[in-house]
């Protein structure tokens, strides 16, 4: 791949914020949504996410550890009040990332939703495990 191609590979981010913290419940763009909320440390792990994962996607972030908040109550206003598609959470391989996982399906089963869900887990060396 020439350096070229890397300019010209385009970003998937297909709203702002990302952040779950920061991004509005009652955004439009959660209409129809495939939805993927990503733990921060997966954007760096593997090479080409933008293209594998977030690409046709809303995408939201978040480090299920770092970050001084719950994410269950922020998500289940998301998926309580919008008609969304799918939802995807891809984590890393540590168990601090558990968390992640944790606050989406409380937040599934709050809201009463059954939606096709996946998980996806990355490696500390940045393959899907
Ligand atoms: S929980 Fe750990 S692995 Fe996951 S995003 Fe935060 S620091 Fe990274």
Partial sequence: MTAK??????????????????????????????????????AYAY???????????????????LDAVQY???LTQIFSTQPIKSVTVIRMEVPCCAGIVK???????????ILPYKIITISVDGNIL
Avoid at 104 to 112: C, M, R, V
């Fill in 5 to 42: 191609d890397l300019e010209e590979r385009p970003s998937r981010l297909g709203q702002w914020p990302c952040q779950i913290q920061l991004v509005p419940p009652h955004a439009p763009y959660f209409e129809n949504a495939d939805v993927l909320i990503a733990a921060d440390c997966t």
């Fill in 72 to 74: 269950e109550e922020k």
């Fill in 103 to 113: 606050a989406t399906e409380k937040a599934l089963l709050n809201a009463g939703k």
């Fill in 47 to 65: 090479a080409g996410f933008h293209e594998k994962f977030m690409k046709n996607k809303i995408t939201l972030i978040g480090c299920p550890k």
